[in-house]
């Protein structure tokens, strides 16, 4: 085993690693978004992969996140810890607070979203796509940390590049979704086909496209948004390195059984 934990997020996390070993292997469905960093966090073996390369070049839409996975999964990984930025579409999930994705809603069009499609059919379980050990491990390090987060958040997955229009942005809050995102699906459910862990953090850069009602609340722009993102990403790190320490070697969550009972067929 090269990593017992898999961390995929920008590439500001490349700096958690002291002198880190870097492997470039491409696998059954591709090649990785960028070369895997490993070195030590918090005690444990860790793996970094930047979900749209180092220099921010593939777009969301274009991720491979089939090879992304698959080469964690190839070095022993057994939890993935994601992290992403999010616009809100609710006003308690404000600019600058951490959350635990709990549930997704889809609504992404054309990409490979499953390792069965082929050979087997496999209907693998999204009713809780998310670690529920991992996000309980999480809440607890952001409480003791004291940082503004949120336990649970419901996300909806929308294909990009393009930002949501007014209507859509509205249509999404008033189906009681809480934040929107752009790389949460299909990375959770290719990791829970794989039988991995998989704890997806977000943290609030912007209100979507403002707030309905409240003129005062106004969409940022994209330059506002990373800054507000470069200006997190220190919490997000020293909360990572607290939930990879925090995180008890043995798992006693369901990921790790996902596909018993869900293989179907044979063609
Ligand atoms: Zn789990």
Redesign the pocket.
């Known amino acids: 085993m090269d990593a017992e934990i898999g961390v995929i997020g920008g590439s500001g996390f490349y700096s958690m690693l002291k002198k880190p070993k870097f492997t470039s292997a491409s696998n059954a469905y591709g090649k990785p978004s960028e070369s895997i960093a490993l070195g030590m966090v918090s005690g444990k073996k860790a793996a970094f992969l930047s979900r749209h390369s180092k220099n921010h070049t593939i777009p969301p839409h274009k991720v491979n996140y089939r090879a992304n996975i698959q080469a964690l999964a190839d070095l022993g990984t057994k939890?993935i810890i994601a992290t992403s930025a999010v616009g809100s579409l609710k006003e308690e999930y404000k600019p600058g607070d951490m959350l635990f994705f709990d549930q997704f809603v889809n609504m992404t069009d054309g990409r490979k979203d499953t390792f069965f499609d082929e050979d087997l059919v496999v209907h693998v379980s999204a009713a809780d796509p998310y670690?529920?050990?991992?996000r309980r491990v999480a809440s607890a390090a952001a409480k003791r940390m004291g940082i503004r987060h949120h336990d649970k958040a419901t996300v909806v997955v929308v294909n990009g590049p393009r930002f949501s229009t007014r209507a859509e942005s509205k249509y999404y809050g008033n189906q009681g979704f809480d934040v929107i995102n752009m790389t949460q699906y299909p990375e959770s459910i290719l990791a829970r086909e794989k039988q991995l862990?998989?704890l997806g953090i977000g943290f609030v850069t912007d209100y979507d496209v403002g707030l309905e009602g409240r003129p005062d609340i106004k969409k940022v722009s994209t330059k506002e948004v990373n800054e507000n993102f470069a200006k997190g990403i220190s919490t997000i790190k020293e909360l990572v390195a607290e939930i990879i320490k925090e995180t008890p070697e043995k798992?006693t969550?369901?990921?790790?059984s996902a596909l018993e009972n869900a293989v179907q067929t044979k063609t």
């Open positions: 939890r670690c529920e050990q991992m862990c998989y798992r969550c369901a990921c790790g």
